[in-house]
Every structure is written in structure tokens, then in C-alpha cells.
């Protein structure tokens, strides 16, 4: 094993000739795709890994300075990718690492079969003509809160981002592995996501998107998945489902994982 594969907690599960690449969003780790591998690892091989600074991850390898823009988590996957000598791939990405798909899909189209977006957004401030969901100020009193009482923000962010009360599993497994995050790389991953701006290079895009967005998503209102159908330099289509909350392959199996595998086995149709 590598390096890279090492930094990341990289797993290979399953057979199969086609490649299956499942990343996961801030505050949680591989663990939140626990519903849908064992659909996949009959007839896929699934690579798994941990982005830098997820808690299962090694803390000195998070570099402030890399991981201040998207980039840096873009330029991760494309080595493991290189390390794994993957040379096309299916690609599934929860929230924010839906928009470093389609980053590193810009410098290498050729290694991206396709993109599955999860609760996707290319900015989550509103804008001039562009709703996001979010003020700066809503941001700055977020950022201050994880500032003041790392955990007391953590019990009281879980349940408003999977959508369920307190006693759900999924609010406890989000609470866990979000706690396990070091404070102050949480706090620089969430400053990094929420004042990000992909909109310019969306057009760039030509690998085909599936855009998959929860009725009801704190963190993504659903007109930004449309907003992204329109602006992709590629074909897309959306798909909204009947789940709650921004983490709706945690929250929600039952009815995303089944939506999942018909978008993973099937193409857009032209």
C-alpha cells in the first residue's frame, strides 16, 4: 500500500470490471456508504476512502494551506486514482465531494465513466439571481459556534443536517463521526465548503452528471440541483427524492440506495 492509499484509509472491496469510487462529505467518513457497499461488491469493485481531516484520518496530514480551496481535495483524488491505476471510473460523491468530482473531472475527463452527485452545490451563499440557501451572516454566527463549543455545535448540527431527532442512528452515527473531527481542521473544512464558488467552471463539466438531491436539505435548497442540471457543460439529469435531510444514504436507505444503484447501472439517455 502506498502512501496515498495509507494517508486515506483506502479500501477495495467487491469484483467486477467496472469501478465504483464512493467519497464521502464533510463530517463523516467511508462509514456513511455502509448501506449501499454490499449492493455493490457482487458485481463492482468499490474503492472506499477517507477525505484528509475526516476523524479516522491522521490529523498531521491535514494541511491548512492545501485544503483552503476544493483543489486540494480534487488533486487527492486524482493520486489515489493514479495510485489504485484506475483508468475509468464510476463516480459517487456526497455533498461536497460531489463538486470535487466534477473539479478533478475537468483535468481528467477520461478517468470519469460518469458523476453521481448526492446533495451537491456548487455555492451555498445566496447571490444576485442565485439562491443558495445561506447569508454570510447565518455562516459567521456557524463558524462561531463551532469556534466557542466544538461539541455543543456538534449535538445540536446533527440533527438539524440528517433531519431526525436526537435518538435516530443516523443523528448518532453523524454526531460520532463529526465529533471525531479535530476542531480546528472542522472548522477550516467547513469555512473552506461554505464560502466556496464553483458556478464559473461548471460549464467546464462534460462528463455526464446524475444529480440526486433530498426533498427537504438543510444545507441544499432544491432549486440548486436544477441550477446545476442547467449549468453543467455536460448531460445531467435530477432526480429528486422523496428523503429528508443531507445525508439521506444514511438517514434514508430504504429509499436511496435503490434510486443509487438505477442511476449507477444506468446511463442518461440521449
Not at 469501478?19 to 469493485?45: A, C, E, M, N
Not at 463521526?177 to 467546464?204: C, E, K, W, Y
Not at 427524492?241 to 443509487?260: A, N
Request: hydrophobic share 45%.
Amino acid at each position: 500500500m502506498g502512501i496515498v492509499e495509507e494517508a486515506h484509509n483506502v479500501r477495495v472491496l467487491g469484483s467486477g470490471e467496472q469501478i465504483i469510487v464512493l467519497v464521502h462529505g464533510f463530517g463523516t467518513d467511508q462509514s456513511v456508504w455502509k448501506h449501499l457497499v454490499p449492493h455493490l461488491v457482487g458485481s463492482y469493485r468499490v474503492v472506499l476512502y477517507d477525505n484528509i481531516g475526516a476523524g479516522t484520518t491522521n490529523p498531521e496530514y491535514f494541511d491548512f494551506q492545501r485544503y483552503s480551496t476544493l483543489e486540494g481535495y480534487a488533486y487527492d483524488l486524482l493520486a489515489i486514482l493514479e495510485e489504485l491505476q484506475i483508468d475509468s471510473c464510476i463516480f459517487v460523491g456526497h455533498s461536497v465531494s460531489a463538486v470535487v468530482g466534477a473539479l478533478a473531472s475537468i483535468t481528467r475527463p477520461d478517468l470519469f465513466s460518469k458523476i453521481i452527485m448526492i446533495s451537491a452545490s456548487p455555492r451555498y451563499l445566496n447571490d444576485v439571481d442565485y439562491f443558495g440557501g445561506f447569508e454570510q451572516e447565518a455562516l459567521d454566527k456557524l463558524f462561531e459556534a463551532m469556534q466557542s463549543n466544538y461539541k455543543a455545535w456538534c449535538s445540536g448540527f446533527a440533527p438539524l443536517a440528517v433531519g431526525g431527532d436526537m435518538d435516530s442512528v443516523a443523528v448518532q452515527e453523524f454526531s460520532r463521526t463529526l465529533f471525531n473531527m479535530r476542531p480546528d481542521i472542522a472548522l477550516n473544512v467547513s469555512q473552506t465548503i461554505f464560502q466556496s464558488d464553483v458556478r464559473h467552471i461548471l460549464g467546464l463539466v462534460t462528463v455526464p452528471c446524475h444529480i440526486l438531491q433530498s426533498m427537504k436539505d438543510l444545507a441544499v435548497p432544491v432549486v440548486v440541483a436544477e441550477y446545476l442540471h442547467q449549468n453543467l457543460g455536460g448531460k445531467s439529469v435530477v432526480e429528486v427524492m422523496s428523503s429528508d435531510g443531507h445525508l439521506p444514504q444514511l438517514s434514508s436507505p430504504d429509499v436511496v440506495v435503490p434510486v443509487l444503484l438505477r442511476h449507477i447501472r444506468h446511463d442518461i439517455a440521449v
